[in-house]
């Protein structure tokens, strides 16, 4: 049995259900409102959580293995279904969010503003939840799970 989130945890996992939420509602403001909430928060810690939970999920939906044409397919779809509803979204925030869960890209603060990244990480973990047709909470439980255990872990 796992011991419950801290308040700081709980309140970091309603905020990322609301944007992932919003993201595949496609409600623009609720998703801007959300993405707002998450950008307040320890950027360090909504970076892990939040890559945690995109690795977890790309495994997910490709237990094969993923190439380059799945990582291209994936990135179309999270583009193309954005369009209509959300003309800001940064094409470029997908991408830093797709190589950065891949550890193929390193962080760097300049490469897009934060909270273009949290949209795109929005749509991006809607989309793959859609494909893989799972609920968030277990994945994202898990996610915050995997970052408590790293928090914990003493060093030698």
Do not use: F
Request: aromatic share 2%; charged share 25%.
């Amino acid at each position: 049995m796992s011991t419950p989130l801290p308040p700081a945890g709980r309140a970091l996992a309603r905020t990322v259900t609301s944007a992932v939420t919003c993201a595949a509602g496609q409600d623009p403001d609720g998703l801007r409102d959300a993405t707002e909430t998450l950008s307040a928060a320890d950027e360090h810690v909504v970076r892990e959580v939040l890559s945690a939970l995109v690795l977890r999920l790309l495994e997910r939906t490709n237990p094969d293995g993923l190439d380059a044409d799945s990582v291209r397919d994936l990135l179309a779809e999270v583009l193309r279904e954005a369009a209509g509803w959300l003309p800001e979204l940064d094409p470029h925030a997908v991408v830093l969010v797709l190589s950065g869960a891949l550890a193929v890209h390193e962080q760097d603060e300049s490469a897009a503003d934060w909270s273009g990244l949290l949209l795109a990480c929005a749509l991006v973990l809607a989309r793959l939840l859609d494909r893989g047709g799972v609920p968030l909470g277990p994945e994202l439980d898990a996610a915050l799970g995997e970052l408590r255990r790293a928090q914990t872990v003493e060093l030698p």
